[in-house]
């Protein structure tokens, strides 16, 4: 009896428009090639309108899931057959997996950001002070929110954006949360025992500073960046230079990396593997 051969590979997808600066689709090849997982992970460029074509195409080609990124995280959620806890709450969507058939939207940064944050301290019961009301402010915010942190304030620029994150946290989550006007540099206050920038500033090309009182921030402080291009952000320098414990944007987008891999494939894959490749990427 002849021996069967298969080339078979499990598809995975990346949407988004602009795209092609997205690291992921290296990271995760990274950890399918060390684990020899059967799976390709492919990056494609999907402009708001094309997104309904581009979601039958991929059905009709069997693909396991996909990450969906800008402009896409909302807009998915119409054509899908459910939603995770978290991605319901958040009302967007990073990560889709199929089960059964079905596919179903999960989102994973805030995730990624928490399991990234568990190596340094137990956010429960903390006071915490987030910069930004965006997408990735709201993630974070909403598992914060969820894991038990004792108070929540959110600095952002625009109040529109700010109201509406806090009126979220406020309708789905039992957070106490605030909301301040940013103007200037803030001064954060000294019972914070985390800082989180979860807005764009600092983001390659324009590395620029948290407009933040340096000295407002205590060594008593865990000071944390989202921001992963580049790692060692202006605003984790000037928290590291006032003695605060700091972690950067890179364990977040390992961690969510990690989970969506083990949504699609059942596999934990090594993070070490995905970090490695991400510092090599922005080194
Ligand atoms: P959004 O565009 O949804 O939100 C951007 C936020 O930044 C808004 O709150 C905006 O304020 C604020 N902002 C931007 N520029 C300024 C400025 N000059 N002064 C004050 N506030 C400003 O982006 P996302 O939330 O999706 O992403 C934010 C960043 O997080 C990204 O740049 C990305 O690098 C990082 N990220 C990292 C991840 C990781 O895995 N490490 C995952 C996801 C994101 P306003 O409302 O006033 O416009």
Same mark, same amino acid.
């Given at each position: 009896? /002849?021996?069967?051969?298969?080339?078979?590979?499990?598809? %995975?997808?990346?949407?988004?428009?602009?795209?092609?600066? !997205?690291?992921?689709?290296?990271?995760?090849?990274?950890?399918?090639?060390?684990?020899?997982?059967?799976?390709?992970? *492919?990056?494609?460029? *999907?402009?708001?309108?094309? #997104?309904?074509?581009?979601?039958?195409?991929?059905?009709?080609?069997?693909? =396991?899931?996909?990450?969906?990124?800008?402009?896409?995280?909302?807009?998915?959620?119409?054509?899908?057959?459910?939603?995770?806890?978290?991605?319901?709450?958040?009302?967007?969507?990073?990560?889709?997996?199929?089960?059964?058939?079905?596919?179903?939207?999960?989102?994973?940064?805030? =995730?990624g950001?928490?399991?990234?944050?568990?190596?340094?301290?137990?956010?429960?019961?903390?006071?915490?002070?987030?910069?930004?009301?965006?997408?990735?402010?709201?993630?974070?915010?909403?598992?914060?929110?969820?894991a038990?942190?004792?108070h929540?304030?959110?600095?952002?620029?625009?109040? !529109?954006?700010?109201?509406?994150?806090?009126?979220? $946290?406020?309708?789905?989550?039992?957070?106490?949360?605030?909301?301040?006007?940013?103007?200037?540099?803030?001064?954060?206050?000294?019972?914070?025992?985390?800082? %989180?920038?979860?807005?764009?500033?600092?983001? /390659?090309?324009?590395?620029?500073? *948290?407009?933040?009182?340096?000295?407002?921030?205590?060594?008593?402080?865990?000071?944390?960046?989202?921001?992963?291009?580049?790692?060692?952000?202006?605003? #984790?320098?000037?928290?590291?230079?006032?003695?605060?414990?700091?972690?950067?944007? *890179?364990?977040? $987008?390992?961690?969510?990396?990690?989970?969506?891999?083990?949504?699609?494939?059942?596999?934990?894959?090594?993070?070490?593997?995905?970090?490695?490749?991400?510092?090599?990427?922005?080194?």
């Amino acid at each position: 009896m /002849s021996s069967e051969i298969s080339f078979k590979k499990e598809l %995975i997808g990346n949407f988004g428009y602009p795209v092609w600066d !997205n690291p992921t689709e290296a990271m995760v090849e990274a950890a399918f090639a060390h684990h020899n997982l059967k799976f390709r992970y *492919v990056t494609t460029e *999907v402009k708001a309108e094309n #997104l309904k074509a581009a979601f039958e195409g991929l059905k009709a080609m069997g693909y =396991k899931g996909f990450n969906c990124t800008i402009p896409h995280k909302v807009a998915i959620i119409d054509h899908l057959d459910g939603l995770g806890e978290s991605a319901s709450i958040m009302e967007a969507v990073n990560c889709v997996v199929e089960r059964d058939g079905k596919y179903i939207g999960e989102n994973t940064d805030g =995730k990624g950001f928490m399991e990234s944050i568990r190596t340094v301290t137990d956010p429960a019961e903390k006071n915490v002070l987030i910069f930004g009301a965006g997408g990735a402010a709201r993630a974070v915010s909403v598992e914060l929110s969820l894991a038990g942190i004792n108070h929540l304030i959110i600095v952002n620029r625009s109040t !529109n954006r700010g109201e509406g994150l806090v009126e979220l $946290l406020r309708t789905k989550t039992n957070v106490d949360v605030e909301l301040i006007n940013w103007q200037g540099d803030y001064s954060v206050p000294a019972d914070r025992d985390i800082v %989180i920038n979860c807005t764009s500033i600092g983001l /390659s090309p324009d590395v620029i500073r *948290v407009p933040v009182l340096k000295e407002s921030l205590q060594p008593s402080m865990i000071v944390c960046d989202l921001i992963v291009n580049p790692p060692h952000t202006p605003f #984790l320098q000037e928290a590291e230079s006032q003695g605060c414990q700091i972690l950067d944007g *890179v364990g977040m $987008l390992v961690n969510q990396g990690r989970i969506g891999i083990k949504y699609w494939s059942g596999v934990d894959v090594d993070p070490e593997v995905m970090r490695k490749k991400i510092e090599e990427i922005y080194s």
